[in-house]
């Protein structure tokens, strides 16, 4: 059983479903590159210390209700985070629910019949390099970035560019003092969860991979539409390092006015949809429409929750609680009661 996080994630499960089941082999699922020169960002302090993130949404109907809080990333590295509301609620839960995402079953046998044809499944068709793809000035700008955060590295001109826009994007946020993933969140929470032995729910959604092998086949073949997303990919890091941190720096302290006030190239979407919308994904009817079967899938868990426990507690990312047609509307849509924290 292979799974996906909610925005999946470029360069590790985005490519293809089936790919996730490749995960546990780190020479498939990472790019080597040179050291970069670590004094080329321009430092801003990040907070430090214990840190609380945004308040909760309260989901409810009659007297049983379900606190969402609300994660994001990127995050300080060295921020140590701790609500203390976030623990109170939590304790007192009947049930947690695990963050929104999708889940493929790929079995041990079809792995094994997949690696054959996993070896080089990063490179473009045909041996194109990115210079043969990309416009000349989106190429001009790459160089730039490359050489700042990720040094000599003549194999990667070799990959498609979705895959070289995530191991630039990650290193620019190793740089600048952030890390990509805000892990340390969803661990903590875990850890309450086991220390007072509250029942954990998975919300994945079941998607349906029956021809990994073929997939995987098709996908070394296909072009992909993902020059949108290398190139809002440069763009973030030549504008956005210094908003990122304060984005980062707005969710510890809990200020969503802030995080919202604050626009930036649309790397995540661009990149989701190279794959989401490729005509690899679009021909099998089990792998269209993902993101809506990720938010019917958690809003179904959410209303078996409400009407079995008097508290649940969950994570989603603050993105899709903000989005006004995402979860919390969603949820408003059925005739809960949903309020914003202050």
């Known amino acids: 059983m292979s799974s996906l996080p909610f925005r999946f994630t470029v360069g590790r499960c985005l490519v293809a479903l089936s790919l996730c089941a490749l995960n546990a082999m780190p020479a498939l699922a990472q790019t080597e590159s040179a050291p970069a020169d670590n004094n080329t960002i321009t430092e801003t302090i990040l907070v430090a210390g214990q840190r609380p993130g945004p308040g909760l949404w309260k989901v409810s109907k009659g007297d049983h209700v379900l606190w969402v809080f609300g994660t994001y990333s990127p995050l300080p590295k060295k921020m140590e985070w701790r609500s203390r509301e976030v623990e109170t609620i939590l304790a007192q839960s009947q049930e947690y629910l695990r963050p929104p995402g999708a889940t493929a079953k790929v079995g041990f046998f079809r792995q094994v019949a997949m690696l054959p044809f996993a070896v080089g499944f990063k490179k473009n068709p045909d041996g194109a390099q990115l210079k043969d793809l990309l416009p000349e000035p989106v190429y001009a700008r790459w160089l730039v970035l490359k ?21 630039l994007f990650n290193k620019g946020l190793e740089q600048a003092g952030l890390t990509p993933e805000g892990e340390e969140v969803r ?56 908003a990122m941190r304060v984005r980062a720096n707005a969710w510890a302290k809990g200020d969503l006015a802030a995080i919202q006030k604050i626009s930036y190239a649309d790397r995540d979407g661009a990149c989701d949809s190279a794959i989401l919308n490729s005509a690899l994904l679009q021909s099998r009817p089990g792998l269209r429409s993902v993101e809506a079967q990720v938010m019917e899938s958690w809003v179904a868990a959410a209303e078996n929750a409400l009407a079995a426990n008097a508290t649940t507690f969950a994570t989603v990312p603050l993105k899709e609680l903000l989005d006004p047609k995402g979860y919390m509307a969603a949820l408003q849509a059925k005739g809960y009661v949903v309020e914003k924290p202050e």
């Open 147 to 167: 050489k700042k955060y990720i040094g000599d590295d003549d194999g990667i001109e070799r990959e498609r560019p979705i895959f070289v826009a995530d191991t």
């Open 187 to 242: 661990q903590t929470i875990e850890k309450i969860v086991k220390k007072n032995k509250i029942k954990m729910t998975s919300t994945l959604a079941k998607l349906e991979v029956d021809d990994p092998v073929k997939m995987l086949r098709e996908f070394k073949k296909t072009p992909l539409d993902d020059v949108a997303c290398f190139s809002n990919t440069l763009a973030r890091l030549e504008d956005d390092i210094d």
